[in-house]
């Protein structure tokens, strides 16, 4: 009997998440795994009135396409591609592998050929996305990769998926709508801020967000969410962080990394594994060694780490940052084929610091107003 659960987040994601309506050319990406929630968002997108169509891509093309490639054909970016994100209205992105691990062999050089050719893609779907003209959404179906990167049965990894989205709740709607406001009075309160200081064990970090906006990630753009972001000031990232869990990126676990920044760059670089991948992704380009996001975790349902950036960045009591490209929303101004998303664990021991203002103290926000365990 197929898990009910798997339609209750197909209509979360087609009403509340990308809000379809008639009309709307809305594309679903996935993998043949994802098969089973592909058929339902589908399903409710066409009882939407919406003009759904489906790329569906099996495992192991990129890994064909980067061994066996010539530089020329790897960086080759076809017109379609462009031309299909200028025109869609809407796109789902679903997360599902039968091996995360795929790209761990390849030439990390061949895969920075491709980041940088499709960055005029990243530049159109960010300048959409910022001006509204394009919803997009990115979320996980359970499968046994994911499963056993967290180191989970299927049936509980199922549960720790649906579980972050609220989708065991009567009214998950209800729920997001709750969360919403309470990161937009966050959101608020951080917009009139000029900095950030961030301490923990290895980590002294200040950040510079004045004139910066942040932005309340609710479930509208990944789900499941909880966060609340901004574009740091470019020049102003200043300190040391030191990242509390694996970084997951392009197939490879990086451990143990720990970043220096001086006016904004990162002028030191360790991993305790995955230092010569490390190196190469700072070099992609001019803007992969700047900050490119600076963001509050708030999902306290997302308690455990699980190898998997759309959960561990969610996770409450943490902070995340991106090196590269900015949301353009937020007033970010770094441009970058990267978009790395790293995080740092405050629920031992750490704080954050607005303007000298303590605002959170081991990972729990000091007022009520804000999201709570």
Sequence with gaps: MPDPRI???????????????????????????????????FREAVRLGANPFVDLTPDGLDEILYKGGTETQIKYVSPL?????????????????????????????????????????????????????????????????????????????????YGAGFLDDRDPVKRWQTLSKQQEKLARFLNRKREVHIQADGTDLRVGVRGRKWINCDGKLNFPDGEVFTGPVEDSVDGTVKFSFPAVHLGREITGIRLTFEKGRVVRAEAEKGQEFLQTILKTDAGASYLGEFAIASNYNIQQYSRNTLFDEKIGGTIHMALGASYPESGGKNKSGVHWDIVCDLRKGGEIRVDGELLQRNGKFLSREFPQP
């Design 7 to 41: 339609e209750k987040l197909a209509k979360v994601l087609t009403h509340y998440s990308l809000t379809l309506r008639k009309g709307d050319l809305f594309q679903i990406r996935g993998n043949p795994i994802s098969e089973p929630l592909v058929r339902e968002v």
């Design 81 to 161: 591609a462009v031309q299909k994100i200028k025109t869609i209205d809407a796109t789902l992105a679903i997360l599902a592998n039968a091996n995360t691990k795929g790209l761990s062999g390849v030439d990390p050089k061949r895969m920075a050929w491709a980041q940088v050719a499709r960055k005029p893609i990243m530049k159109v779907f960010m300048d959409r996305s910022a001006n509204g003209s394009l919803r997009w959404c990115l979320t996980q179906f359970p499968c046994h990769a994911s499963a056993q990167d967290a180191e989970k049965s299927l049936s509980e990894y199922e549960d720790f998926v």
